[in-house]
């Protein structure tokens, strides 16, 4: 539903710059004394984009925007082609920028079926053009060459303006993916998935430096079970706030694995890390003193210096984070 409404959201602005575009074609088709027919297809354009973008308030549906599309290819480019007057460049100009619209607005069966259409009504409105000429509406030649000087233009103006929104709104979406795809959205930490990738890429390259350390929050289910899970949420949100604080110097990469599991990449100087981890644990355990007392954290180090894949690390300092679980009871 949300890739919907980005599409719908973009599509109202496409059909904004289309009136806008229409009228200052018209404006300046009138300044330049071309025919009246130059204007027709512009004033088609900007009254079919106006009900359409009034007809969206009220239902917003891609169907609304497959007709429209239906519309400007049944009707608007074969006028366009016949009556424009100023030869094929205007149309193929044309063509080209519907085809970049329809390709990102439009999806699966309606996608094809439009830019079918498009190719399909191309290469028939060129034999028609070919076979029966007299058709065809044409400008003396210098109006010729003003409608073509100003209508390629716009439809450039209008093509850039299409892909360069839907770039922003493609890399913003691929922003927010990044961010669901990599990072836990209530610590704001890294996820399993992400530390797992970067630890096959790390042994795939050869370089094993650096220490991973395992830590798990003791008794984390009592906070739940009486507290509540908004309490728990908090809790560990404020885990994953101290760790950022004695950890996240650039070097290092903080993980949520699961849970109340955490993991850290620690890549700085050995004898800094035990330190950091009773300052850690010392912030910590004053919070959740007022929540719960009995709540701890449990650490299990190990080197990544002779694992010989992620799961020997894994399983390495998680057997060590146990083992101090264990010896606490």
Known sequence: MRHLNIKIQLFRYFLYAVIL??????????????????????????????????????????????????????????????????????????????????TYILDGLKQKICIAMIIAEVIALQIIGFVYPQIMVVYDSQSRFYDGLIQVPIILIFSYTIVRTFANAYNESNKELFQYANYDMLTCLLNRWALNDFLVNRFFSGKYEGNLVFLDIDNFKLVNDKHGHNIGDDVLRHFGFVLLKYFDDGKNLICRWGGDEFLILFFDRCEKLEFLIAEMKRDFISYTAGVEPSVDVSVGITSLDGCKSVEDVFNKSEQLMYEQKNSKK
């Open 21 to 102: 575009f229409s009228f200052i074609a018209v404006d300046i088709n009138l300044i330049t004394d071309l025919p009246l027919n130059a204007n027709i297809k512009w004033l088609f354009l900007s009254i079919l984009s106006a009900m359409t973008a009034v007809l969206l308030k009220k239902f917003v549906s891609e169907k609304v925007v497959f007709v429209y599309f239906l519309f400007i290819i049944a009707v608007f480019m074969p006028f366009s082609y016949i009556n424009g007057g100023s030869g094929q460049s205007f149309f193929i100009a044309f063509g080209f920028f519907a085809l970049i619209v329809v």
